[in-house]
């Protein structure tokens, strides 16, 4: 019996939409993977484990291979993320200017540490590599908001104001 | 649309010169203005295209609509005093401007023709307003080759680079042998800017003389040295000069495809880059029988997904079959056998951002300008510790007080200069007794750093070397793909090591045992990241041994940055008002109202939650 839930059709849409998106592709073979895996997680927001064995039939590929390459690249994830992902620069422009203390504070206060997610899928903390902006050093950035000169005596109020900010 | 030959291109390039004309204008002509907003990553994180929609509006509502226009541009480089705008003819240059300011720009500048004070730089060492970009001491010793056109044309108007001279080089090298294409990049002396070094026109001669049909170009935009940003800038400030010198290069070896392998990252220098790529394809300028030449040459991007490996050409080669970014043994070089086994050359951004100027301007030009082994110019992304953060580009040869003080106008908040790391994770520190070394390619490599991409990090009395190179060890070891043993154990011990000085446990033994585990790790590992992997190790141990002797034998870190060497201590200025005790999470701070507070420092878990409660800034860390 096929499953009537909403989740369900839902998930068939997008399953629909990603095979569209690999039948347009000039070649459906390996050389692709990275380029449908980006469309991929694009669509699916993270990359769980039904995913990526419909890439590597659709691709015609072991899963094994596929996870390989899930797994090497940092850009890839197979697990959610929150809703607000905050990214803290760790280049080294922001390293040297206290970024690590910036991230701590983040960690304290979302009660997460780098690299997690919490339970409710809100938020996501990470330490990404440098985003090019060193002029604004510490940069912080909360899904496409950036944030420059960032203390970690800053970091409540980013957090409250954010959420007020998109709220609204 | 589409330009059929060399002699149409030509006349549209003379066609097109009014595009320009405002921005190239001596003197002031007239009421007609063009104001150029910085969309730099630096300048847009910090709301420039929200600037650039507010002047739009301004100018509107000013009905100045026949007068003055607004344009997005490439990098200016001055990051640090960003968003930038740039008004042309009169060439006045406004520094951290605001949407608000949009306003005032209109009426005072525009309709009054009275630039607005107060957004003008001023510059520290004499305290005065500078007007314009020229006059100001971060451009004085600086040459733009490479970033020519950040600034002056909007990336995403094809008709701009046009005017701007471009694609002139790619019509010239349909009028030449491939072979005496490679010999101009040879004759020029231009170098490979990704980092190593290697002389572009020998790369391209050797791949040229490859047997076989099919071969490849491709540009390495993987810019993952954190702290460098030239390549982002260049693709997003001019994506055609990169197009362009892509077709040239691959005119001179053969090949008909062209791979940008760039980072996922970067979404706006993809976006330039996709637009760049249209229209090139629109007006023939990629595509079939290019200019009526007989060549065909296409681009095609491939997204590098977070890897910073693949910065090496073979396991970006890996990347771009779709693969783990894994290299592999260079037995037979990629001009021999490279991309899905054919011929390819692969160059990085910013030297193919040179390329079409060296064949407009001819090699003697180029090699005029440099040192004896390293010509032309390198651009830096001038970052850390120093007043004017940004991008720079200078001759070879430049020196590293000229880019510090001169150019950087020194180091902020009265500190004093420690050390300059150029090279990222793969460089060295370099002391102060060196900073009137003339940089170039040899000179960075024997006082133990390397040129690199071209990041540089100024470092002042607060950073501790010790976790410098920590810090480094920590991006290696997460990075190294681990596929040899040296690369994937050795990062990893060596970075165990620092961290048992850094927590104060390390032994005079381990200093030792640093030096002889880098030198194993840098002659056995198989690609470059392994091999350069100890160079933040080894430089710091040879210059600043003292400051690890300190971490080991005194238990002290001598710029209080490793806390496990540190204690918080409460000064006399405490006022005894309770806040700190009150917070302190593991009651360790003792003390009554109005009386000076103490810290049990066997109880302390250096939270810092005291130091931020203080409300008279009485607690420190020693």
Same mark, same amino acid.
Request: charged share 30%.
């Given at each position: 019996m096929s499953c009537n839930c909403s989740q369900g059709s839902e998930n068939k849409e997008l399953f629909n939409e990603l095979g569209e998106f690999i039948s347009s592709l000039p070649e459906q073979n390996e050389s692709s993977l990275i380029q449908v895996l980006h469309r991929a997680q694009h669509i699916f927001g993270y990359l769980p484990r039904e995913v990526q064995t419909y890439v590597a039939q659709k691709l015609n590929i072991p899963v094994a291979r596929v996870y390989g390459v899930v797994s090497f690249y940092s850009y890839f994830t197979d697990t959610p993320r929150g809703e607000y992902v905050v990214q803290v620069c760790m280049g080294t422009g922001c390293f040297v200017k206290g970024s690590g203390k910036v991230l701590e504070a983040f960690e304290k206060s979302l009660n997460l540490k780098s690299g997690e997610t919490s339970d409710d899928l809100k938020f996501t903390l990470s330490g990404v590599r440098c985003v090019g902006a060193c002029g604004l050093a510490p940069v912080v950035i909360i899904n496409e908001k950036v944030y420059g000169h960032v203390q970690s005596e800053d970091v409540e109020s980013i957090i409250e104001n954010h959420l007020v900010e998109t709220l609204s | 649309m589409r330009i059929q030959s060399v002699e149409e291109l030509q006349t549209l390039h003379q066609n097109n010169q009014p595009l320009l004309a405002l921005r190239r204008a001596e003197a002031y002509v007239g009421q007609e203005r063009i104001i150029m907003v910085c969309g730099g990553t630096g300048c847009h994180s910090a709301q420039s295209k929200e600037l650039k929609e507010a002047l739009a509006e301004k100018i509107k509502e000013h009905n100045l609509e026949a007068l003055v226009d607004v344009k997005a541009t490439g990098c200016f480089g001055f990051c640090a005093e960003g968003p930038i705008i740039r008004v042309f003819p009169d060439d006045v240059f406004y520094v951290k401007v605001t949407p608000e300011d949009a306003e005032d720009i209109i009426v *005072?500048?525009? &309709? +009054? +023709? &009275?630039?607005? *004070?107060?957004l003008l730089f001023t510059?520290?060492?004499?305290n005065e307003k500078v007007p314009t970009m020229h006059d100001i001491s971060f451009y004085k010793k600086q040459l733009r080759i490479a970033l020519r056109n950040c600034g002056i044309i909007d990336p995403e108007e094809i008709d701009e680079y046009i005017a701007a001279e471009g694609y002139l080089a790619l019509a010239k090298v349909f009028g030449m042998e491939p072979e005496a294409v490679t010999k101009l990049m040879t004759d020029s002396g231009l170098r490979g800017r990704g980092g190593a070094g290697f002389p572009t026109g020998m790369k391209w001669e050797a791949t040229r003389r490859a047997a076989g049909d099919q071969k490849y170009i491709i540009c390495n935009a993987d810019e993952g040295d954190p702290g460098a940003f030239m390549d982002r800038s260049l693709l997003e400030g001019d994506p055609h000069s990169i197009i362009e010198a892509m077709a040239i290069a691959g005119y001179a070896i053969g090949a008909d495809t062209g791979y940008v392998y760039i980072r996922a990252e970067y979404p706006l220098a993809i976006e330039r880059l996709e637009i760049a790529i249209k229209q090139a394809r629109e007006r023939g300028l990629l595509g079939e029988n290019i200019l009526g030449s007989g060549f065909n040459f296409d681009v095609l991007i491939k997204y590098g997904a977070g890897a910073f490996v693949c910065g090496e050409e073979t396991a970006l080669m890996r990347s771009i079959e779709g693969m783990r970014g894994e290299p592999f043994n260079k037995t037979v070089f990629p001009s021999e056998r490279g991309l899905w086994g054919k011929p390819t050359s692969t160059n990085n951004v910013e030297t193919f951002a040179n390329v079409p100027i060296i064949v407009n301007k001819g090699a003697d030009w180029y090699n005029s300008i440099g040192t004896a082994t390293s010509k032309g110019t390198k651009v830096f992304a001038l970052g850390g510790k120093v007043s004017n953060v940004g991008l720079v580009e200078v001759p070879m040869g430049t020196t590293l007080r000229e880019l510090v003080? #001169?150019?950087? %106008?020194g180091i902020p908040n009265d500190r004093a200069l420690k050390a300059v790391q150029t090279g990222g994770p793969s460089g060295g520190c370099i002391p102060t007794e060196f900073l009137d070394t003339p940089i170039d390619y040899e000179s960075l490599q024997s006082i133990g750093s390397m040129m690199g991409s071209g990041g540089m990090i100024v470092l002042d009395e607060d950073d501790c070397m010790v976790n410098i190179a920590k810090f480094y060890l920590e991006f290696t070891c997460e990075e190294s793909c681990g596929k040899c043993t040296p690369c994937r154990i050795g990062t990893t011990r060596l970075l165990e090591m620092l961290e048992k000085i850094t927590s104060g446990k390390?032994?005079? *033994?381990d200093l030792d045992k640093l030096q002889e585990l880098s030198e194993v790790v840098i002659d056995s590992s198989l690609c470059g990241l392994g091999k350069t992997a100890p160079n933040p190790i080894v430089s710091t141990i040879k210059y600043f041994r003292d400051e690890y002797e300190a971490h080991i034998? #005194?238990?002290?870190c001598p710029a209080h940055v490793c806390k496990d060497l540190l204690q918080i201590v409460i000064t #006399? &200025?405490?006022? %005894?008002?309770t806040k700190c005790s009150r917070v302190c999470p593991v009651d360790a701070i003792e003390g009554s109202v109005k009386q000076l507070h103490v810290i049990d420092q066997e109880t302390c878990i250096k939270c810092e939650a005291c130091i931020s409660a203080c409300p008279v800034n009485a607690i420190i860390m020693q």
């Open positions: - | *005072e500048h525009m &309709k +009054g +023709g &009275k630039p607005v *004070e107060r510059e520290p060492s004499i003080y #001169d150019i950087g %106008g390390g032994t005079l *033994e034998v #005194d238990q002290t #006399d &200025k405490c006022i %005894g008002c």
